[in-house]
């Protein structure tokens, strides 16, 4: 059996035609009708023809896709423009700022509390029971004002014991004296010897001694007698009063306490790495927690000479005046050591975003520090932009910083990390 094979293309398998029962035909096609012959055992069979695929330009398929694509395309792009805009995101008042100008400064930290440059606590000098008590704890007293009265009547019993001692001494010195004198009269005389006159002499000596202590012990007494009046040694304000009238008081009890709040110290401490900030002289502005949004300023006065042993802090102290009396003592203040300032457009740490290189802030465009309502509403419209920005002087205890590629009056987000990407379109709702 032979076999053709077609032009460019592998064996072609025969194909099977039965004639008869029993009996298989096996017709082998050629590359063409005259190379195609028959295998019969007997008589030939005409051969098996096979129909022919058209074959349809690559071209044509290509140019069909693309008008497919096309149409679908069209039809997307009428959707997209059937469909509304996105809704703007909404902003809350406190979720935008405006950038402003502002000095900050920079220095080591202090904190400690505010106390009296002038101060004085006044003790029980004796004891006894309180029988009058003075002013009440914010009054204001002058010096030597009354403040309490202690009861004398155990002093005044020996203030006049005293008093009877010195009269008594008083007049054997007296007596002694005149002694004395009729003694010279008779040694002048001849009448008496001179040893009796000096007897007489050395007995007005000793009288006259007694009278030096007669005085100092009514004068001990006396003094004991004054202090049962316990008057104020400075003229100021009553910040304590211990006593009360029937309490029963022993030397040295606390009675009172008054202060001179016209001028105030800050006592605080600065770490010692930072004593190279320092100097008299220097400017100390802090806050307090009664004034949380106002800054007082002092001046140093005094740097202490040792570090703490424990600590290692330095102590200072920072006077300043307080003519209205606004600042009381005892509060806790904060503050720093002005040795480092600068002005420029400052905005909090929170509104920058330093997750890229360079940092940059989130500004709200087409908003202003009028804004659309004339409050600093973000305009219609109003979208989201990235601005790189530059970072300059830094004070961490109020957490702002100053930058330079925004201008004053700029609408920021608060807080770049939760702020919408660019490009979005923002609306500020109205504050409530």
């Avoid at 000096?198 to 006259?208: D, H, K, Y």
């Avoid at 007669?214 to 009046?229: G, K, M």
């Avoid at 001179?260 to 400017?283: E, M, T, Y």
Wanted: with cysteine; aromatic share 2%; glycine share 8%.
């Amino acid at each position: 059996m032979t076999r053709s094979f077609r032009r460019g293309t592998g064996p072609t398998p025969p194909s099977r035609r039965e004639v008869d029962p029993g009996r298989v035909v096996m017709t082998v096609d050629g590359p063409s009708p005259q190379s195609r012959r028959v295998v019969a055992g007997r008589r030939a069979v005409a051969p098996v023809r096979y129909p022919r695929l058209r074959r349809v330009p690559v071209v044509a398929c290509f140019g069909l896709v693309a008008l497919v694509a096309l149409a679908g395309c069209k039809r997307d792009r009428a959707a997209q423009q059937q469909q509304p805009p996105a809704p703007p995101v909404q902003l809350a008042p406190a979720d935008v700022i405006a950038a402003k100008t502002a000095m900050i400064e920079t220095g080591p930290l202090v904190s400690g509390t505010l106390e009296a440059a002038r101060s004085a606590t006044v003790r029980a000098q004796l004891g006894g029971t309180v029988l009058r008590i003075g002013p009440e704890i914010g009054q204001t007293v002058a010096e030597n004002a009354l403040l309490a009265e202690i009861d004398p009547r155990g002093l005044g019993v020996a203030t006049a014991s005293a008093r009877a001692q010195l009269a008594s001494a008083q007049a054997q010195l007296e007596l002694a004296r005149r002694e004395v004198e009729r003694s010279q009269a008779l040694v002048a005389a001849g009448a008496v010897a001179r040893r009796d006159l000096e007897t007489a002499q050395s007995r007005v000596a000793a009288q006259q001694a007694g009278v030096d202590q007669a005085r100092a012990q009514l004068a001990t007494a006396s003094r004991q007698l004054d202090q049962a009046t316990v008057r104020s040694p400075i003229a100021g304000v009553v910040a304590q009063r211990a006593v009360s009238t029937g309490d029963v008081v022993t030397p040295g009890a606390t009675l009172y306490e008054v202060i001179d709040p016209s001028s105030i110290r800050l006592s605080a401490s600065v770490p010692s790495d930072q004593l190279g900030a320092l100097a008299l002289g220097q400017a100390v502005r802090f806050t307090v927690h009664g004034y949380p949004d106002e800054t007082f300023t002092g001046q140093i006065s005094r740097i202490a000479p040792s570090a703490d042993p424990t600590t290692k802090q330095i102590a200072i102290l920072a006077e300043m005046p307080n003519p209205s009396r606004r600042l009381l003592v005892g509060l806790l203040a904060r503050g720093r050591v002005a040795s480092q300032r600068a002005t420029g457009v400052v905005i909090p740490v929170a509104a920058i975003d330093t997750r890229t290189n360079p940092p940059a802030v989130l500004r709200v465009s087409g908003a202003s520090a009028s804004g659309a309502t004339g409050s600093g509403a973000a305009a219609p419209g109003s979208t989201i932009e990235r601005v790189p920005v530059k970072l300059g002087l830094r004070d961490p205890l109020r957490d702002e910083v100053i930058v330079t590629g925004i201008a004053p009056g700029d609408r920021i987000v608060a807080r770049a990390t939760a702020a919408p990407p660019p490009g979005s379109r923002v609306a500020l709702a109205p504050s409530s």
